[in-house]
């Protein structure tokens, strides 16, 4: 092939082919038309394209803060060659990003960018700049109640709403803590404008604000819950009226459960009869089985008892808050210690002390009213001989209350009632018959030697007057 090439007539052939390329260019004006140009070299067209709705993705630290003021979307325009465009706006692996990643609490001004981008291609983007305000999360759990609308139509139609339930009786609540702390309200809102029968649906859980205003600036889990909403129809003829709810208890409660108080929520319910019917009636009742009580209940639902001809109760069934006393411990001092079962012929005396401390556990209720004569302590000494013994403290059992002694040990002296005692009440009985013996003795000597003066005084009275 090398050999060839250096021929003559290879240089022939080329020079030929050289030749007829000048002459074509020559006589067709080839550099003088465009489109023949662009024919042989075409060239890439440059076009922008305008993407609404694309999602913000903000960089923050979640478990803290509470971001505001940043756009759920954006408008974005990009340009750039139709080829590299047309793969990019396919692909979809742009993000538009507003960057808060160590940022803390205040207000700041971002400007938002699209990442994951070939660097070849420019944007824009609408709005380019947001003014976002960073505040500490917080939690809060609140009370679903449930907001019945439409109740004077419903009551117009002859019908009443005579119970209520929901399936969620709380949820949490997820904001800053300004907006938490201006919650005054979780409500589930159901209408039962136009209704004629019980029912059960799905409703939103809607925060409120003192004013009434609902809140939108909170997160709520969960944030529907199913209300169910029974109706009952009464008629046209009838009236209503508002009656308290009396709590009757029944049965006895469990040992150990002391109850100080039930309350009914409501307290206040209505009641729908004829005019002679509720006139006679003051209030209505909720039973309340004491038996079923336990340590760890203190909320029972409970239906009310529907009076004689009165046709529907609203509500039907009320909440009864049951508190329970709590135990508390208190000490007891110089509490008198009694023996029992001493032995005839023994006599008992306590060594250290005759009474003693102990601690008694019950209700406020029963300790207000215990004192340290309510309580008898005793010391157990049968079959005990004479001698020092040490005799475990014992205690009588008091009703609704635990009296602790403490293991105590009270040391007492056993000593016996011996024949000594007996003699030395004899020899003082002899002492005083020996005593009064003497006295007489005496008394008879005086007596003689009176005598005998008065004789002698005889004798010389005598002699005197002979």
């Not at 336990?294 to 529907?312: C, D, G, Q, Y």
């Not at 012929?345 to 306590?350: E, I, P």
């Amino acid at each position: 092939m090398n050999k060839f090439m250096e021929t003559r007539l290879f240089l022939k052939i080329v020079s030929l082919v050289l030749a007829a390329s000048l002459y074509v260019i020559v006589a067709t004006d080839f550099f003088d038309s465009p489109r023949t140009i662009a024919t042989i070299i075409p060239t890439e067209t440059i076009r922008e394209e305008t993407v609404t709705d694309v999602p913000v993705v903000v960089n923050y630290d979640s478990e803290r803060y509470i971001i505001s003021g940043i756009p759920e979307t954006v408008d974005v325009t990009f340009k750039g060659t139709s080829s590299l465009l047309q793969v990019t706006l396919n692909r979809g692996a742009y993000e538009v990003i507003a960057n808060l990643e160590d940022v803390s609490e205040g207000e700041y001004h971002v400007t938002l960018e699209v990442i994951n981008l070939d660097a070849s291609i420019e944007y824009t983007i609408d709005p380019k700049e947001v003014t976002v305000t960073v505040a500490e999360r917080d939690t809060a759990e609140f009370p679903v109640s449930i907001d019945i609308q439409g109740i004077d139509d419903l009551r117009g139609a002859g019908y009443v709403v005579t119970d209520t339930s929901l399936d969620t009786t709380t949820a949490e609540v997820v904001g800053t803590r300004a907006s938490i702390a201006q919650i005054s309200s979780l409500q589930a809102v159901v209408n039962v404008a136009g209704r004629q029968e019980s029912f059960t649906e799905i409703v939103d859980i809607i925060a409120y604000d003192s004013n009434g205003e609902r809140m939108g600036s909170v997160s709520i889990t969960p944030n529907t819950t199913e209300a169910t909403v029974t109706i009952v129809e009464v008629g046209q003829s009838v009236i209503s009226k508002e009656v308290p709810v009396t709590i009757e208890a029944t049965g006895t409660a469990p040992s150990g459960i002391f109850i100080s108080s039930m309350e009914a929520y409501p307290d206040i319910v209505t009641i729908f009869g004829e005019q002679n019917t509720l006139d006679n009636i003051t209030s209505v009742t909720a039973s309340v089985p004491l038996e079923t009580i336990t340590e760890n209940t203190e909320e029972e639902k409970v239906s009310l008892t529907l009076p004689t001809n009165v046709r529907a109760i609203s509500p039907s069934i009320v909440s009864v808050k049951i508190n329970l006393e709590e135990e508390e411990t208190r000490t007891f001092s110089d509490v008198p210690i009694d023996s029992r079962n001493l032995s005839d012929d023994l006599d008992v005396s306590f060594v250290d002390s005759s009474t003693a401390t102990v601690t008694v556990t019950a209700v406020p209720s029963i300790l207000d009213t215990l004192t340290s004569s309510d309580i008898a302590l005793f010391i157990d000494l049968h079959g005990l001989g004479a001698g020092t013994q040490s005799v475990s403290l014992q205690v009588v059992e008091v009703a609704n209350a635990r009296i602790d002694t403490g293991d105590q040990q009270v040391k007492v002296e056993l000593t016996e009632k011996n024949v000594e005692d007996a003699a030395t009440d004899d020899g003082t009985e002899e002492d005083e018959v020996t005593d009064g013996g003497d006295s007489e003795d005496e008394t008879a000597e005086s007596e003689t030697l009176e005598d005998e003066t008065s004789g002698n005084n005889v004798t010389n009275d005598t002699e005197e007057n002979n």
